[in-house]
């Protein structure tokens, strides 16, 4: 197996057979060099012809990178007919994501609602068009807040944009820059920012009491992680994002 064990020497191998064994507790350090979870389904041998009153538990599962830590459970059972002796295998391995992987899926999601609020205030430019505002020069800021148990994003975003008539269409054409800070709850911080560019257009029809709205966003989310603690790390992300949208409605009178 690829898993092995670590005595006191800090020799390597891939299970310890003991000939006698002292009363009281031991801890095993286990080395994965991939399989960890394989071996646990086969229950593999870890110590063999302990004595029943020697433990042994697993010791804190070294780290060597990857999107996943363990906890790692030992079993025991009895070595064959002899009562007096017990062998140790490995039972359990329960994965879970380390902390800098969790920093880092929080910061996409919070880049993403960034994105989704940029998209929102376009769609109110539209309605503006359609409430009978004047087309020309618009500017925009707003910013707020998004956060939960694992981060917090504090964030700005500018929006400037030109509209004008084309036939029976208002179209226009605007830039968005958002810049957001991130604080992973005590675990690290980082940054998410955004710029894109979009393309707009209303139609109104007076005689059907209707509208049709289409939008096209395309643009860049990138930014920086620095995790802390336990797993420190850091990394920088990018990513091409677009979006499409296409909103039609109408107003019918009930009498």
Same mark, same amino acid.
């Given at each position: 197996?690829?898993?092995?064990?670590?005595?006191?020497?800090?020799?390597?191998?891939?299970?310890?057979?003991?000939?006698?064994?002292?009363?009281?507790?031991?801890?095993?350090?286990?080395?994965?060099?991939?399989?960890?979870?394989?071996?646990?389904?086969?229950?593999?041998?870890?110590?063999?012809?302990?004595?029943?009153?020697?433990?042994?538990?697993?010791?804190?599962?070294?780290?060597?990178?990857?999107?996943?830590?363990?906890?790692?459970?030992?079993?025991?059972?009895?070595?064959?007919?002899?009562?007096?002796?017990?062998?140790?295998?490995?039972?359990?391995?329960?994965?879970?994501?380390?902390?800098?992987?969790?920093?880092?899926?929080?910061?996409?999601?919070?880049?993403?609602?960034?994105?989704?609020?940029?998209?929102?205030?376009?769609?109110?430019?539209?309605?503006?068009?359609?409430?009978?505002?004047?087309?020309?020069?618009?500017?925009?800021?707003?910013?707020?807040?998004?956060?939960?148990?694992?981060?917090?994003?504090?964030?700005?975003?500018?929006?400037?944009?030109?509209?004008?008539?084309?036939?029976?269409?208002?179209?226009?054409?605007?830039?968005?820059? =958002? @810049?957001?800070?991130? *604080?992973? $709850?005590?675990? &690290?911080?980082?940054?998410? +920012?955004?710029? #894109? !560019? %979009?393309?707009?257009?209303?139609?109104?029809?007076?005689?059907?009491?209707?509208?049709?709205?289409?939008?096209?966003?395309?643009?860049?989310?990138?930014?920086?992680?620095?995790?802390?603690?336990?797993?420190?790390?850091? =990394? @920088?992300?990018?990513? *091409?994002? $677009?979006?499409? &949208?296409?909103?039609?409605? +109408?107003?019918? #009178? !009930? %009498?």
């Amino acid at each position: 197996m690829n898993v092995g064990v670590e005595d006191a020497a800090h020799k390597y191998s891939d299970k310890i057979v003991l000939t006698d064994s002292a009363a009281g507790s031991n801890t095993i350090n286990l080395i994965n060099n991939g399989g960890l979870e394989e071996a646990a389904a086969n229950k593999a041998l870890l110590v063999e012809g302990a004595n029943q009153n020697t433990i042994f538990t697993a010791g804190e599962f070294a780290y060597t990178g990857g999107l996943y830590d363990y906890d790692v459970r030992l079993g025991v059972e009895q070595n064959g007919a002899d009562t007096s002796k017990s062998n140790w295998y490995l039972s359990s391995v329960s994965k879970y994501l380390t902390d800098n992987v969790a920093a880092m899926t929080s910061g996409n999601r919070a880049a993403y609602s960034a994105w989704i609020d940029g998209n929102g205030t376009l769609r109110q430019r539209l309605g503006e068009l359609q409430s009978g505002a004047d087309n020309g020069v618009w500017a925009r800021m707003f910013g707020g807040k998004l956060g939960g148990d694992e981060f917090t994003n504090k964030y700005k975003t500018y929006q400037i944009g030109y509209d004008a008539k084309a036939g029976d269409w208002l179209v226009g054409a605007a830039y968005e820059y =958002s @810049d957001g800070d991130m *604080d992973y $709850t005590g675990s &690290g911080t980082g940054d998410n +920012k955004i710029g #894109a !560019v %979009s393309l707009y257009g209303t139609l109104h029809n007076a005689k059907e009491n209707s509208n049709l709205d289409i939008m096209l966003k395309r643009g860049r989310i990138y930014g920086h992680t620095d995790v802390y603690g336990k797993y420190s790390d850091s =990394s @920088d992300y990018s990513t *091409d994002a $677009t979006s499409i &949208g296409v909103e039609y409605t +109408k107003r019918i #009178a !009930v %009498s």
